[in-house]
């Protein structure tokens, strides 16, 4: 996928990445707020050897990484408290108290946590003074059994010194309200970020030529922008027929229609003429697909052809308000009646377009039942041979069988989607039904928003 791809696709539920950021940057300030504040004292102890000798400084930094177990020593800390005459829980304090130390340094760092600042600083300043005095006498009676790599004994004296005295702190370390929310905002608009790629990947949805091709295989010969004020799609009134290539013809849209227009006559060649041709949506809506068929025949009518619109969609018929006598007998009258009878053609505004309307539906007759006789094929290529091109509209598949019927009849089929709208397993069934029945498929026409 394109960059651009990825950018839509969190445009179109920039709700849930700003929803997630927002919840869990809340989450971690109300979380945050709630805990009690904890305050730090650092106390640094120095090993210093006198004189400077290379063994006894040595010495000094080996002796340094055995002290550090006393401070760890719940005995030590609890004799440390007591000689402060501090009545604190010795397991409590070594719960809070952190070390550290550079193994190329003669420097100790002792460090304690605590919610109460005055009582962190008496046990830290403790803590340091019983290491100091405790490391005192260790030096003074290690020191004298300790020998260079010769034999000779050292001399000198280790001293380790408590470099700072610290006072209560009057600002917390912890928490960090403002990191620790800047922190959930981050980790929420990443959640978000996913959520909506994994939405994305399972919606079962048609948004792009990205989708259509991978999903389908299938040439995409034109894209249509889908008009923006539109009624109900289950209202079949109102100006949903609008022939924007006569009424708005330097609109994006007739534009789109018009090359759609050349592109099915690029397709047309002496061996394999398109002159009838079967336009089909996908799903149970019929009004994108009928505006497709109603457009594309205006515009080979501008162009000067004649062409003939058939209404087959029996279901839901739309085009019978391109023409003012909508009522007369239509398609279905004339296939079910005799061969004699004239083909029910009805002129239209736009010059060269004639309209062949739905007509009636006998009671318990079923659409597919009656495209698929024999006298059918008959009849469309009579249709066919009275104008330049015929376009026939039929029910949306796979919601019902009707195109089928049809299909086969024709030189071509043209398949509608319109974009976040036209399922993606509706479009694998659709063509999978058109493949069993050798349907001659074209391309698809892509409405986007």
């Known amino acids: 996928m394109r960059p651009e791809e990825y950018l839509a696709i969190v445009l179109r539920r920039w709700w849930i990445v700003l929803l997630a950021a927002v919840v869990a940057a809340g989450a971690a300030f109300v979380y945050s707020s709630q805990q009690p504040p904890l305050y730090q004292v650092s106390v640094r102890l120095m090993a210093i050897a006198e004189p400077p000798d290379y063994w006894l400084d040595l010495y000094a930094k080996n002796r340094l ?3 550090q177990d006393l401070i760890r020593n719940a005995d030590f800390v609890a004799d440390a408290l007591q000689r402060a005459g501090l009545d604190d829980d010795p397991s409590r304090v070594l719960g809070s108290l952190e070390l550290g130390r550079n193994q190329d340094s003669n420097i100790v760092q002792l460090v304690v946590v605590d919610t109460d600042p005055q009582r962190a600083a008496r046990v830290a300043n403790a803590l340091a003074d019983a290491f100091v005095a405790q490391a005192a006498a260790e030096n003074q009676r290690i020191l004298r059994q300790f020998r260079d790599p010769f034999g000779q004994r050292i001399q000198g004296t280790v001293t380790v010194v408590k470099l700072d005295s610290p006072s209560p702190p009057t600002t917390p370390v912890s928490p960090r309200t403002r990191l620790n929310t800047a922190a959930g905002a981050v980790l929420g608009f990443a959640v978000g970020l996913l959520t909506t790629f994994v939405i994305e990947y399972f919606e079962d949805v048609l948004r792009s030529t990205h989708d259509i091709s991978r999903a389908l295989r299938i040439p995409i010969i034109g894209e249509i922008p889908y008009p923006r004020r539109r009624r109900s799609r289950t209202s079949t009134e109102g100006d949903t027929m609008r022939l924007v290539v006569v009424e708005e013809p330097l609109s994006a849209a007739a534009e789109a229609y018009r090359t759609l227009r050349a592109q099915l006559a690029q397709q047309s060649t002496s061996d394999h003429p398109v002159r009838l041709l079967l336009v089909c949506g996908i799903g149970r809506n019929a009004i994108d697909s009928a505006h497709v068929a109603a457009n594309l025949a205006a515009a080979f009518a501008v162009a000067g052809e004649r062409v003939i619109l058939v209404e087959a969609n029996l279901r839901q018929p739309l085009l019978h308000e391109l023409a003012s006598n909508a009522h007369s007998p239509g398609f279905v009258d004339w296939l079910d009646g005799s061969p004699t009878d004239s083909s029910p053609l009805l002129a239209t505004t736009v010059p060269g377009l004639q309209l062949v309307p739905p007509g009636t539906l ?7 039942d009656l495209f698929g006789r024999a006298a059918t094929r008959e009849r469309l290529r009579h249709l066919a041979g009275l104008a330049d091109r015929t376009i ?14 049809l299909a086969s009849l024709t030189d071509g089929v043209l398949l509608v989607i319109r974009s976040g709208v036209t399922p993606r397993s509706a479009a694998q069934q659709a063509k999978a039904q058109l493949e069993r029945v050798g349907a001659p498929l074209l ?7």
Request: proline letters at 13%.
């Open 443 to 449: 391309g698809i026409t892509l409405l986007t928003q």
């Open 362 to 368: 006998p009671a318990g007759t079923n659409p597919a």
């Open 392 to 405: 026939v509209h039929a029910a949306p598949l796979p919601a019902f069988g009707d195109a089928l019927s």
């Open 65 to 67: 990484a055995s002290y």
